[in-house]
Nanobody
């Protein structure tokens, strides 16, 4: 069992930045691919970004490329999502997820999920 705990959410004005963190409870963290997803009110959960366990590959939703950056620190068992130039439409609950295989943009392929952290962007 892997426990994932997100943090770093909050209220920010449009144009601002936030960095989300995802701390994993289980080793070896380095063997898990990690993804970020988000769910806005009244909408389905959607893919945001993912990073392979080697950090050699990163993937982003096309609409978020250039504003969001995913990274991980295997020594700290933590993944990050740097979000810049935030917009009101980025308001959502952001979830961290882990998997050992599958297509990283597919939420169905993830085995473990965090509880989510709220991000609210005011205009």
């Amino acid at each position: 069992q892997v426990q994932l705990v997100e943090s770093g959410g909050g209220l920010v004005q449009a144009g601002g930045s936030l960095r989300l963190s995802c701390a994993a409870s289980r080793r070896p963290f380095r063997t898990w691919h990690l993804g970020w997803f988000r769910q806005a009110p009244g909408k389905e959960r959607e893919f945001v970004a993912a990073v392979s366990w080697t950090t050699a590959f990163t993937y982003y939703a096309d609409s978020l490329k250039g504003r969001f950056t995913i990274s991980r620190d295997n020594a700290k068992n933590t993944a990050y999502l740097q979000m810049d130039s935030l917009r009101p439409e980025d308001t959502a609950v952001y979830f961290c997820a882990a998997t050992t295989s599958g297509r990283l943009e597919r939420q169905e392929d993830y085995n473990y999920w965090g509880q989510g952290t709220q991000v609210t962007v005011s205009s």
